[in-house]
């Protein structure tokens, strides 16, 4: 969709679809969407963020089970590490039988390892997400002060996607 200007009653979006000097973008040229008001859709948009602002995620549970998760992840690595170097101390004496032993260890570490990265990226989500909810916190507050070009750089940090279906606005945001 894209911005239509119609003199002074404002803008409308306009579904490429409906543009008759773009041929190779139609699909359906049958199509019946509503060319809503920009303004109204804008709206939307911004009463949406600030619903989503006002909604404040569990700062205090989230991280602190995230950092308990990692630091036990982190000790059942440094005590497997041990136990392999043990059982290769244990080999190096001459005892074959060992081989099966340090390989299950080495398997059990390389999946401790995995968790352990996919613990951490979990970690930096919430706290990336907690962040930007401290940012949106202030929003409704100095929106009103905030040059266009401030506007748009925050809803593009904030929004992944805008669908628009008949006149049921879906927001889509990053976090």
Not at 116 to 129: C, F, G, K, M, Q
Request: aromatic share 8%.
């Amino acid at each position: 969709m894209r911005y239509q200007k119609w003199g002074k009653a404002g803008n409308r979006f306009i579904c490429y679809y409906q543009q008759s000097s773009k041929t190779y973008l139609k699909r359906d040229p049958n199509c019946d969407n509503e060319r809503p008001w920009a303004e109204t859709i804008e709206e939307v948009v911004i009463d949406a963020v600030f619903r989503r602002a006002k909604q404040h995620i569990e700062e205090d549970e989230n991280t602190s089970i995230c950092d308990d998760t990692l630091k036990l992840l982190e000790a059942q690595r440094i005590e497997l590490s041990r136990k392999l170097k043990r059982l290769y101390n244990l080999y190096a004496s001459g005892d074959d039988v060992l081989l099966s032993t340090i390989d299950e260890t080495k398997g059990e570490l390389s999946r401790l390892d995995d968790r352990i990265e996919l613990e951490a990226n979990r970690t930096d989500v919430i706290h990336s997400a907690i962040g930007t909810q401290t940012k949106l916190d202030t929003l409704s507050d100095c929106w009103k002060h905030m040059t266009t070009l401030e506007k748009r750089e925050i809803l593009r940090s904030v929004i992944n996607n805008i669908t628009i279906v008949d006149n049921n606005v879906h927001v889509d945001f990053k976090y």
